[in-house]
């Protein structure tokens, strides 16, 4: 199977615009989608980005998702950002098992 | 809208078998995936395993052994046993639903968490 690989954590001021990576270790990222999600302090996770780049009902339009397989990762890109947006973000894919990439801490201030 | 319940020990002694119920509201267990993840303190998500209502199962690998997932369409739950525990299976355990369907596009199937419970802290400790 392939691994997710994350950054530990990113940091962006309230408006701004931050974009955090997903990279597959091996295999096309484009042959599975990509799921993200976000898990608050003290939360379960919550999903933001289903296959690659669909939000769930109730998710702003801030959050968005792509692919780029020239550099084989998958991004999660959160614009206009709100203090509440400060949480862990976790990326997933399915190739007969389920993996999870390791995490990333966003800190907005 | 549908939600979902974890239940359970919260302390299980090395050696012994932790099990947890997950209960499923506001929705049927069938036609559906079901899935265990669990967050060890401080750490990041780890995929346990899944079950189709019908029964089928998919396990992570490196827990295949020791993992066993039932479901109870009956009762509208689905069980989590981990056999032999140690210090190391101390985490949080979350049960979620999940959506498996086949992508043409890609030639592959995928698969995904759409709704999670609380989750449920265990400990493993004597």
Known sequence: ???????????????????????????????????????????APTTVIYEDNQRPSGV?????GSIDSSSNSASLTISGLKTEDEADYYCQSYDSSISFGGGTKLTVL | QVQLQESGPGLVKPSETLSLTCTVSGGSISSYYWSWIRQPPGKGLEWIGYIYYSGSTNYNPSLKSRVTISVDTSKNQFSLKLSSVTAADTAVYYCARGYFDWSPTQSSYYYYMDVWGKGTTVTVSS
């Open chain 1, 1 to 43: 199977n392939f691994m997710l690989t994350q950054p530990h954590s990113v940091s962006e001021s309230p408006g701004k615009t931050v974009t955090i990576s997903c990279t597959r270790s091996s295999g096309s990222i484009a042959s599975n989608y990509v799921q993200w999600y976000q898990q608050r302090p003290g939360s």
């Open chain 1, 60 to 64: 702003p339009d801030r959050f968005s």
